[in-house]
């Protein structure tokens, strides 16, 4: 990336679950990291999400879920963003995603998943190690 | 097919991309603007300007969709302000856009003001154009809600939408008197709150004060927008200025204005860049700091001797 290159991250909230604080926390530190964060509110469909990801040209895409549709909801989005032409920005998962769902979710295209608790500088610094 | 072919097609991925080139600076940057700028022209630039909450993303979702209705094609430029420490940003204006998030022809841009002072980002007009030249009839621009001194929209809009709320900005006199001169249309949004008459009362009263009234008098725009009230009336004042606009010339006027002013940014912003590489090249620069700091020299003599032999070129 060129230097005057600023990372652009969407964070997003599919399904229905009605709680965010922990997506508002993890958008702060991304901004506080220097990054510019689009957040989108919740209760998404795959459809916004992934039609906001490509207007917005973000290099990386953070999914926080916890109502547990995440092994339906995740792979619809990554699946999508390959067919309208989004294959290259980078997927991540976040909230309640029992340990067990992860190399599934992994296999249709998240690239990391991030459990409750993780702190925000790992997150931070997964986005900066793997944008392109 | 090139991403200017694609941007021209309404491609949204290049349309998205080319944004990203043109806000990053990067070496293609201008050679694309050059390319599209024949293509631009036609669509109409709307800007929304207005404190902090007084409910200008929520305004604009509900205009786009009226908009969308009619068969319009809309682009948006939401800005948000930069963080001045980190440089990043949190641009939350999408949350209030979510009734047009999917409609086929509204495409929404979220950008920072990457420290550019005056509401505007310094990029967001050359967003507008390349939103302009993708095929777009409406491009509309949300400031950031400074609330004081975001008047660079004002030169970069047809139509200027200031957005008020009873409450927070019931002291008229809180708004810079420049922004309130210059507003095309007042909104006084919130209206089902108390203090809506109140506050459209005031401007009346400030817009009587006017001793020299040019020939459009803005009109007051009571709206709801939570309620999807007054849009109706919101969007027939802006047709109506722009019929002002157009019958009476200025529309083109307030178009080459724009341009002139481009031009002389664009010149400055070249020079200053040439200047300061100049500077940097030579290392007599570092020497000359030293001796202002010493006192040995004073800063203006300094001025003189890098800028003399850079207007003898
Ligand atoms: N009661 C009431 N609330 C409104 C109305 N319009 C907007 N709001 C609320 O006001 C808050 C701010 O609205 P936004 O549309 O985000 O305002 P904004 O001017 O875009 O805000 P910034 O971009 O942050 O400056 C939100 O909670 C809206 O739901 C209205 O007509 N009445
Ligand atoms: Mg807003």
Redesign the pocket.
Known sequence: MGKDTIVRVMVAKPGLDGHDRGAKVIARALRDAGMEVIYTGLRQTPEQIVTAALQEDVDALLLSILSGAHNHLFPRITQLLREKGGENILVMGGGVIPQDDIPGLKQAGIREVFGPGTSTEVIVNFVKENVT | MTIIEGVLRGNVRDIARLITIVENELPEATAAMQSIFSHTGTAYTIGFT?P????????VDKITLQLCRQGKKIGIVAI?PSSPFSGGALL??R??MRDIITEQEVFIRSVSTRGSMGGLSRAAGDIAKILDAAGKDVVII?T??VGQDEVDIFKTADTSVL?LMPGAGDDIQSIKAGIMEIADIFVV?????EGADGLITSIRQMLDLNTAPGPWRPPIIK?????NEGIEELLKAVQEHREFLTISGSLAARRKERLRTEIIRLVERRVSRLVQSQIKQNGRFEKLVEKVAAREEDPYSCVERIVKPLEQK
């Open positions: 207005g902090p909450g007084a409910g200008k993303s929520t305004l948000d939350g204006d949350i209030r949300e950031v809600g957005v949004n919130k209206a089902d709150r709206t709801s927008a939570t309620q």
